[in-house]
């Protein structure tokens, strides 16, 4: 015999679709059952809450850097902005932005390829010379002119004080000479001896190479070069 109805179980309602007695008991049962193990205990719950509270902090930890790191990419893209429309307007205007680049030194370093003339420079304790008002004309070997020099050769020269000096003074001649301006001849370094300038195939001193146009700074000029200039005697 099949009946419908809501019986009670365990204190429960259950409502049955048409079942035997014995089916719908068992039925019962099992509901009961699965009602009283699917409970989650409080420790379950607080563990729960817990990393859902860590997975939280951490997004906003994440998302909070994001927001930083875009706020500085944003500011310095404007600021690189701002300079540049400074310094085209400053151009049309006919007005160097000379006074804008820093010294001799705050220029390499700034540029980022004379981190070993930077060093040899410190070392040779000739900050102040490139600090001066000059003008000045330094015809810098970068830090790829130097990987030419063997590495025995180059530790020891850099750990000799006064022949880093002797050599340092001799890349630096005490007047600007832009690359536009050069004249071919020689040209009397702050070593003493001269250099050879030559304008046939490009711009050359001692038959080296000039790079690019020149690094204006608020001091003098930088002409890069790809070889270390040695000094005769």
């Excluded at 060093?119 to 000739?126: F, L, R, V």
């Excluded at 002797?166 to 250099?195: H, M, N, R, W």
């Amino acid at each position: 015999m099949f009946v419908v109805g809501i019986i009670k179980y365990d204190t429960k309602p259950c409502l049955m679709a048409p079942v035997s007695a014995f089916a719908r008991t068992r039925s019962c049962e099992r509901l009961n059952s699965l009602r009283a193990t699917d409970q989650p205990s409080l420790m379950e719950l607080a563990w729960t809450i817990d990393a859902i509270l860590k997975l939280a902090k951490l997004v906003s930890v994440i998302f909070l850097n994001t927001l930083i790191v875009i706020f500085h990419i944003n500011f310095w893209r404007d600021v690189m902005k701002q300079k540049i429309l400074i310094a085209s307007l400053l151009a049309t205007m006919g007005i160097s932005t000379s006074a804008m680049a820093g010294n001799l030194l705050e220029t390499m370093s700034d540029d980022g390829g004379f981190k070993t003339l930077l060093s040899a420079i410190k070392t040779a304790g000739m900050e102040d010379t490139f600090k001066a008002a000059g003008p000045m004309t330094l015809f810098a070997p970068t830090d790829l002119a130097f990987t030419n020099i063997p590495k025995a050769k180059l530790d020891a020269l850099l750990a000799d004080k006064a022949a880093l000096k002797k050599l340092i003074t001799y890349f630096v001649v005490p007047s600007k000479i832009s690359k536009e301006d050069v004249d071919a001849g020689k040209v009397k370094t702050l070593e003493g001896e001269d250099l050879s300038l030559s304008i046939k195939e490009g711009v050359k001193v001692n038959n080296v190479s000039v790079i690019g146009q020149g690094i204006n700074a608020d001091n003098g000029v930088i002409h890069a070069v790809n070889t270390v200039l040695m000094p005769k005697s």
